[in-house]
């Protein structure tokens, strides 16, 4: 077996793209994909996305709030498009976008987006390892790096693993909104 690389990693390195077309199976009876196969297919390919990056198998530790902004039909494609945006010590979180248009490509939109956070897991024991950080490139990537670190204090505020006053980073930006 390879060796893993802790390298740092490019977010374009474990960046996935997943197409799906919704048939009449993922739907519910008005005709619109049923949001748990949605929900399936964004842990999907945020997993391979996590796992790449890791280079390890992954497994999924929490899902950030999923709204269903836009109805998605029968017959419709949909896109989703996963990325690492920031590595912890043995976890990363993913950003999940998703996207349909119809057969030909028109009428494009994005219906939903989530973060999912992963933590990956060695192959004989299943205990938790050690993961590459990521290299954001583009102000985007930045912006999401950035940003992950609060969205990280909320998750483990909200799991009752650390307490709000122990919340470093949402105290610095609330102080920096002042």
């Given at each position: ?12 390195e474990s960046r996935t793209v997943m197409t799906e077309m919704v048939l009449p199976n993922d ?12 929900m399936r297919w964004m842990d999907t390919v945020a997993a391979i996305c996590a796992g790449r ?10 899902v950030d709030h999923i709204s269903f902004q836009r109805p998605i039909q029968v017959g419709e ?102």
């Amino acid at each position: 077996m390879a060796e893993r690389s802790l390298q740092p990693k490019k977010v374009s390195e474990s960046r996935t793209v997943m197409t799906e077309m919704v048939l009449p199976n993922d739907a519910n009876a008005i005709g619109n994909l049923m949001g748990g196969n949605l929900m399936r297919w964004m842990d999907t390919v945020a997993a391979i996305c996590a796992g790449r990056h890791c280079e390890a198998h992954v497994v999924t530790a929490a899902v950030d709030h999923i709204s269903f902004q836009r109805p998605i039909q029968v017959g419709e494609i949909v896109t989703l498009e996963a990325v690492v945006t920031r590595a912890f010590n043995t976890s990363v979180e993913v950003y999940v976008q998703v996207f349909s248009s119809d057969i030909k490509g028109h009428n494009p939109r994005r219906c939903n987006h989530a973060y999912f956070t992963f933590v990956a897991i060695d192959d004989t024991n299943r205990t938790p390892i050690e993961v590459p950080a990521v290299i954001p490139l583009s102000s985007e990537e930045q912006d999401l790096y950035d940003s992950a670190a609060r969205r990280r204090e909320i998750r483990l505020i909200l799991s009752g693993r650390i307490k709000p006053k122990d919340a470093t980073e949402m105290r610095r930006f609330f102080a920096e909104l002042e």
